[in-house]
């Protein structure tokens, strides 16, 4: 008797699972969904939205799946949030977002699926570069082209993919250098010998071989390259690599940190040195990426400029998508759009600043 | 009659996590169907994906029936892979001898972690904790880079679609899609259905059970108890590298970072099919359904598109939390009648 209680207790818990586990996964998505369909009829106005209508455009919608690293960075939540903002039905799209948490194999998984939903088009920002032969071969046996965002994939055939969208860390190098030049021809120092040090990224990562090829390719004769060291895209080691710089020479111009967070490290180390740095300090603070915490910097007076590092992918890889859909052909390499703001901007740009 | 009933309780077990993976894929297919969840393509991908996890979840399975855990399995499979790739691509080994001398590495792997268990008596728990650092740690030792595997004869393997003749569609751009699956899946489904047999059939598998549901009374009845752990162990290291070997076959790569929480989520697959952590009770085709349930949350995220995939663990933790309760509901059962 005891027995026979017990399992129709269970069958009710196990109901009841069954409904809590699997309503997670399926009701609460309707009114998610719904949630996101009403600003988009807003916007889009004077167009009746009848649910037969809407049933009927769901067909015309551009269907988007972007399988994306994960949330790991500012840099790459706002990346997430342009493509968010950018695949709305106002414009067009339908955006199936996958996260994946910084795994590959979720990765595969969600192209995978993407294939199985018959996407009009994958966009792939890769965890890793390596081992997408397989899974992109099944995207092309299936007619979907691949875009891909922020980095490349290391692939045999490169049919396997539509075109690359990024950043271009060459020229943001470039850009720097350029910047340079200008100011020192406004400070009329044009001629003077300036001695520079630069806080390179971590080692063969693109954005630092980018970054330290660009700027050297556009050096001033008059400009000195004392020393190169890696501050591994961090704000500690920054701090620490640029310690040891002011101590070895004491008379440094220019720093160039290839990243905002080795900037801060580099600008607490000027300060402790009892040094000063920034428009009108002694040392020239140059750095890359411009997230929202170096236009504090900048308007605190520390930093020069930053070179910016978009991470807003999404309007262009929704021209490349139009300009597919209209029969065109695109590069296999596309950049974003990329600006330089110096200290003088900063009051005037942080408020539009996404990331 | 006595083993009749006493085995009903751990088959309804069974019969639930089946029933349930069953009921939510059916829920994806009214849900979803529109936008293809009842394809074919969409339940053969579950075991595409997952290849490597099944044969680990395998052989987590069994090593949870003698009452131990195996925490290093995921860094094993991470180094594994590197291996693979760090012999075929700088050191232009062959894919055979490759993948031998992993299996070998993963036999030595296991045969070192089963003598510290059953032998020096220490808690398989510290034995592959340590056994997780060193194979992560040996992983970056061998390389740092991200390592593409370009070996023709891995590629030829890892890429060899084995197509069924029944269940294609016809895709929006008119491309006749077939439903296939890759070698890997037929070789962890081989894999399952060797080790179900050899637990059910033969003298090691009933050991396997009899050490660890009482490992006592085991010892009593005259079974070598540390061989048997020993040998769990050296063939958990065997299964290891080659779910490893499995799993690099989808991703082609090695890397530092590959597989990390995987042996998280063979211990869940096992948990939700019904293997108990206290030993003694478990069914390799329950941890299979394990997998299974884990692949169709999966799925059902990303084809719901706009949740965020991290509602996959949510899910994950909130099964696992009723299939332990359920556990030990039976297990206070059993206790009342005895």
Avoid at chain 1, 146 to 166: F, N, P
């Amino acid at each position: 008797m005891k027995r026979k209680v017990l399992s129709v207790l269970l069958s009710a818990a196990m109901a009841a699972t069954l409904m809590t586990g699997c309503g997670q996964a399926t009701s609460e998505p309707a009114p998610a969904a719904t949630e996101e369909a009403a600003p988009a009829e807003e916007a889009a106005p004077a167009e009746e939205a009848a649910p037969a209508e809407e049933a009927a455009a769901e067909g015309d919608l551009i269907v988007v799946g972007y399988a994306q690293v994960g949330a790991e960075s500012d840099w790459r939540t706002a990346n997430t949030e342009s493509f968010k903002t950018e695949f709305v039905e106002a414009n067009g799209y339908k955006l199936i977002f996958d996260d994946a948490q910084q795994k590959q194999e979720n990765q595969i998984k969600a192209i995978r699926s993407f294939i199985q939903q018959e996407v009009d088009y994958i966009v792939l920002a890769p965890v890793v570069e390596t081992g997408w032969d397989t899974v992109l071969q099944e995207a092309k046996e299936a007619g979907i082209p691949v875009i891909l965002s922020d980095r490349m994939v290391d692939v045999a055939d490169d049919s396997l993919y539509e075109c690359w969208v990024g950043g271009n860390f060459v020229k943001e190098g470039e850009d720097a250098a350029g910047w340079l030049s200008e100011y020192l021809t406004t400070q009329g120092r044009a001629d003077e010998a300036i001695n520079i040090v630069t806080l390179q990224g971590t080692i063969g990562a693109s954005a630092q071989v980018g970054r330290t090829e660009g700027f050297a390719s556009k050096m001033a004769d008059t400009w000195t390259m004392l020393d190169m060291q890696t501050g591994e895209f961090t704000q500690s080691k920054g701090q620490e690599v640029m310690e040891s710089f002011l101590k070895q020479y004491p008379d440094i111009d220019v720093v160039v940190a290839e990243n905002d967070n080795m900037a801060f490290g580099a600008i607490d180390a000027i300060k402790a040195a009892g040094k000063t740095c920034g428009p009108e300090g002694d040392v020239i603070v140059i750095s890359f990426d411009a997230v929202k915490a170096a236009f504090e910097s900048m308007i605190a007076g520390d930093m020069n400029v930053t070179v910016e590092c978009n991470p807003l992918h999404g309007p262009r890889v929704s021209e490349i998508i139009q300009t597919l859909e209209g029969g065109g052909t695109v590069d296999k390499v596309m950049y974003v759009d990329e600006g330089v703001f110096p200290a003088e901007t900063a009051a005037d740009i942080i408020g539009e600043r996404a990331y | 009659m006595k083993k009749l009933k006493k085995m009903e309780g751990n088959q309804f077990l069974l019969a639930i996590t089946i029933i349930l993976f069953f009921v939510m894929y059916i829920i994806g297919m009214i849900v979803f169907g529109e936008k293809g969840f009842s394809k074919t393509q969409v339940f053969l991908n579950l075991f595409i994906s997952n290849a490597g996890l099944i044969v680990i979840a395998t052989s987590m399975t069994i090593v949870l029936i003698t009452g131990g855990i195996d925490i290093s399995v995921g860094s094993v499979v991470a180094m594994t892979c590197m291996i693979l790739a760090y012999m075929m691509e700088n050191k232009g080994v062959g894919a055979v001898p490759a993948v031998l001398f992993v299996l070998f590495i993963g036999l030595v792997f296991g045969l070192v972690q089963g003598f510290l268990v059953a032998y020096m008596k220490i808690q398989p728990f510290i034995v592959t904790l340590a056994g997780m650092f060193f194979a992560r740690g040996m992983t970056a030792i061998i390389s740092t880079d991200m390592i593409s595997i370009k070996n023709e004869t891995f590629l030829s393997w890892a890429q060899a679609k084995m197509y069924f003749p029944i269940g294609g569609y016809v895709n929006k751009k008119g491309i006749i899609v077939n439903p296939y699956i890759y070698p890997s899946v037929l070789i962890a489904l081989i894999v399952l259905v060797i080790i179900f047999i050899m637990l059910k059939y033969t003298k090691f598998g009933r050991s396997i059970y009899a050490i660890g549901g009482n490992e006592q009374s085991a010892l009593l009845m005259g079974l070598n108890v540390r061989r048997t752990k020993l040998k769990v162990y050296i063939l958990n290291g065997f299964l290891a590298a080659f779910g490893g070997f499995l799993f690099c076959l989808n991703t082609c790569s090695g890397f530092v970072e590959q597989a990390k929480g995987f042996e998280m989520e063979a211990i869940a697959s096992a948990v939700i099919g019904g293997t108990l952590l206290t030993g003694g009770v478990g069914n390799v085709f329950g941890s299979l359904f394990g997998v299974l349930i884990k692949g169709t949350i999966e799925t059902f995220i990303n084809f719901q598109g706009t949740l965020s995939s991290w509602w996959t663990k949510i899910t994950i933790a909130a099964l696992l939390a009723f299939f332990i309760i359920l556990q030990s509901v039976f297990a206070k059962a059993k206790e009342k009648k005895k």
